[in-house]
């Protein structure tokens, strides 16, 4: 008897059901929802004349972030039933431009006993949220609950409105979220009417709109690169040279090459110190751990001795 494949089996059966999903359904009729806002123009303007996406989308960090919503909205309001919780109340809100633009969607959690409105988001830990803060499209669809929100009744438009993004570390390394709040700013409306303006615009006339994303970006997130930027010339913006993303990433890295640096430095003139001590001074513990010789791809990789350097755990 031969074994089926199970894993690829699965792995279909979750493609499938992710597919079947009203925010897959709703992005192959060409709907644009609040989290499509504030990325990509261009993205934007191929779901809304309704363009098949081209290549496979990387499904499974989705998969894990929708999983880790329904586990925390489930917690939260076993633990606070007044509040509203996108998965479990089903709660829908449409917000109404000025112009005219309706953009719907699902709001996360909804606290009306204080005017807030937090939207749940997963992330490969938090180092690039704490340096850059909320990201335009994050905020744009925050913005968009709240305003719909208010449109609804469901929040009082008379006092002040909070609204927050609520970051999880998918990867588990970060154990607690960090929240991210301000004021609703009704100036933002603006912003975000044009930003729509523009992909309206594009589909309109025919035209692409703004592609707002570096290429090499592009190429590893999103499903319409090949049908976005199959055709273009290589050269074609290679790099976004003014995106403040490509920027901020690559002072990251210089910033992370140099802390390696001095880290090494610093193990190298701690370290003669601490050779043959095994102790602790009271807050850290100290224990010289022997690596015992192996042999790897036919040569011998020599024994050494591991310093670790530890946090002592509080009883």
Same mark, same amino acid.
């Given at each position: 008897?031969?074994?089926?494949?199970?894993?690829a089996?699965?792995?279909a059966d979750l493609?499938?059901?992710?597919n079947?999903?009203?925010?897959s359904q709703q992005?192959?009729?060409?709907?644009?929802?609040p989290s499509d806002?504030?990325?990509?123009?261009?993205?934007a303007?191929l779901v809304?004349?309704g363009i098949d996406?081209?290549?496979?989308?990387k499904?499974w960090?989705a998969?894990?972030?929708?999983?880790i919503h329904?586990y925390v909205?489930a917690?939260?309001? @076993?633990?606070?039933p $007044?509040?509203l919780?996108g998965s479990? /109340?089903k !709660?829908?809100?449409?917000?109404?431009?000025p112009?005219?633009?309706?953009i719907?969607?699902?709001?996360?959690?909804?606290i009306?006993s204080?005017?807030?409105?937090l939207?749940?988001k997963t992330v490969?830990g938090?180092?690039?949220?704490?340096r850059?803060?909320?990201?335009?499209?994050?905020?744009?669809?925050r913005h968009l609950?709240?305003l719909?929100?208010?449109q609804n009744g469901?929040?009082d438009?008379s006092?002040p409105?909070?609204?927050? @993004?609520?970051?999880? $570390?998918?990867s588990?390394s970060?154990? /607690?979220p !960090?929240?991210?709040?301000e004021e609703?700013?009704?100036d933002?409306?603006?912003?975000?009417?044009?930003?729509i303006?523009?992909v309206?615009?594009?589909?309109m006339?025919?035209e692409?709109?703004?592609?707002?994303?570096?290429?090499s970006?592009?190429a590893?997130?999103?499903?319409f690169?090949?049908?976005?930027?199959?055709n273009l010339?290589?050269?074609?913006?290679q790099?976004?040279?003014?995106d403040p993303?490509?920027?901020?990433?690559?002072?990251m890295m210089?910033e992370?090459k140099?802390a390696e640096a001095?880290?090494?430095?610093l193990?190298?003139?701690?370290?003669p110190t601490l050779?043959g001590?095994?102790?602790?001074?009271?807050?850290y513990?100290v224990?010289?751990?022997?690596i015992?010789?192996?042999?790897?791809?036919?040569f011998?990789?020599?024994?050494s001795?591991r310093l670790d350097?530890?946090?002592?755990?509080?009883g």
């Amino acid at each position: 008897m031969t074994t089926p494949d199970y894993a690829a089996l699965i792995a279909a059966d979750l493609r499938a059901y992710d597919n079947a999903s009203e925010r897959s359904q709703q992005s192959m009729n060409g709907i644009l929802g609040p989290s499509d806002i504030g990325f990509c123009r261009q993205k934007a303007a191929l779901v809304t004349k309704g363009i098949d996406p081209s290549d496979q989308k990387k499904m499974w960090a989705a998969q894990v972030g929708t999983a880790i919503h329904n586990y925390v909205e489930a917690a939260l309001k @076993n633990a606070h039933p $007044d509040w509203l919780m996108g998965s479990i /109340d089903k !709660i829908t809100v449409t917000a109404t431009l000025p112009d005219g633009a309706s953009i719907s969607g699902h709001p996360d959690i909804i606290i009306p006993s204080e005017n807030t409105i937090l939207d749940i988001k997963t992330v490969d830990g938090f180092e690039w949220i704490r340096r850059n803060g909320t990201s335009d499209s994050h905020k744009y669809q925050r913005h968009l609950y709240a305003l719909g929100a208010m449109q609804n009744g469901i929040l009082d438009d008379s006092k002040p409105v909070y609204v927050g @993004n609520l970051y999880f $570390d998918r990867s588990g390394s970060e154990q /607690d979220p !960090i929240l991210h709040i301000e004021e609703y700013d009704p100036d933002l409306t603006a912003v975000i009417e044009s930003w729509i303006s523009d992909v309206s615009y594009a589909v309109m006339h025919d035209e692409d709109a703004s592609r707002d994303i570096a290429p090499s970006v592009c190429a590893q997130i999103c499903e319409f690169y090949t049908a976005c930027r199959g055709n273009l010339p290589v050269h074609e913006g290679q790099e976004f040279t003014e995106d403040p993303q490509i920027k901020t990433a690559i002072q990251m890295m210089i910033e992370a090459k140099e802390a390696e640096a001095r880290a090494k430095r610093l193990k190298s003139a701690a370290r003669p110190t601490l050779v043959g001590f095994n102790g602790t001074d009271g807050e850290y513990q100290v224990r010289w751990v022997e690596i015992q010789p192996t042999y790897v791809e036919g040569f011998q990789r020599a024994g050494s001795m591991r310093l670790d350097v530890v946090p002592l755990k509080r009883g």
